[in-house]
């Protein structure tokens, strides 16, 4: 038997009205969250296996700004640990965020959008117990898939930055297995990814790499890894030589960034372009305070004096 959900024990974070905004958007009043959206795997599964189209990843820092992509056509994006938690509690992606936080947030953008909704599970929050009670909680809210990467717990280290570790390969299977099979009880079209941060790593390096990529694919069972800070073209090349399924890399290391074209003829099966939302506006906010800072008070009421007048035609 397993253990009660976050949801289980707290109840609905909030009643759903009967006629959400958007049509169709989130769930009804007649429909539970796991029967409105449970079709959000298949559609994950689908976009990533298009031939010769490359899946745009976006990042998702608020659920407005979620409605928004929505109605711009975005087909798929994440939740990530710094893209919001950083933004609404200036936290360092360094394992701070929990569980039960997570899948907070994560149900209130799931329930915003009709495209699938990826979360950072960061390294899945404890043993395989946690992992599977972890995948267990994102499947009943809706999500078509979870991220979870082969840091050592105790040394999370936000993407990027230095003193990286990873746990022993065996650890990290087992880790995935816990994923995998938790999925395979509830829905088995649930997308389980694989974060392999072996080249970044202190204890790692890209022979490492390229061992870890198939390893967690076979033994692991997932159904796409991807390759965190890639230093070349070549690099990618290799590591997509050795991985079967869905593939993407991260490309912060990169000497210039991938064109859509490019990730196409490397066999990419997505662009992971997830800081780009929160990072416009975060340019347009910062903006706005250089102009308050610059003019006062009087900047503010002109600004809100022109929107107000602009509504009332």
Request: with cysteine; hydrophobic share 40%; aromatic share 6%.
């Amino acid at each position: 038997m397993r253990s009660r959900s976050f949801l289980e024990i707290t109840g609905p974070l909030y009643a759903p009205p009967q006629d959400l905004p958007g049509g169709g958007r989130g769930f009804s009043g007649t429909l539970n969250p796991a029967e409105a959206r449970q079709s959000q795997g298949k559609k994950l599964r689908a976009l990533l296996a298009r031939k010769g189209t490359v899946l745009c990843v976006l990042g998702t820092p608020t659920a407005s700004a979620t409605q928004w992509m929505d109605d711009a056509g975005v087909e798929a994006a994440f939740v990530g640990t710094s893209i919001l938690f950083n933004r609404y509690g200036a936290l360092p992606d360094t394992g701070l965020v929990t569980t039960s936080e997570s899948i907070w947030a994560a149900k209130f953008i799931a329930e915003s959008c009709r495209f699938p909704i990826i979360l950072d599970g960061d390294t899945g929050h404890g043993g395989p117990a946690a992992v599977r009670r972890l995948v267990q909680e994102c499947i009943e809210i809706g999500l078509a898939g979870i991220r979870i990467d082969d840091q050592e717990i105790e040394a999370k280290r936000s993407t990027g930055d230095g003193g990286i570790q990873i746990v022993p390969r065996q650890q990290a299977v087992e880790r995935y297995q816990a994923a995998v099979k938790a999925k395979n009880e509830m829905d088995p079209d649930f997308v389980i990814m694989a974060q392999c941060y072996a080249r970044e790593a202190a204890n790692g390096g890209m022979d490492e790499l390229l061992a870890r990529l198939p390893l967690y694919e076979s033994a692991g069972g997932v159904d796409w890894v991807q390759f965190t800070r890639p230093r070349s073209v070549e690099e990618i090349r290799r590591a997509r030589a050795v991985v079967k399924g869905p593939f993407s890399a991260m490309q912060g290391d990169l000497p210039k960034a991938l064109t859509i074209k490019e990730h196409a003829d490397l066999g990419l099966n997505a662009k992971w372009a997830t800081g780009w939302p929160g990072s416009v506006m975060t340019a347009a906010a910062r903006r706005a305070v250089d102009e308050f800072k610059g003019k006062g008070d009087a900047f503010v009421i002109d600004q809100d004096a022109q929107r107000s007048n602009a509504r009332r035609g």
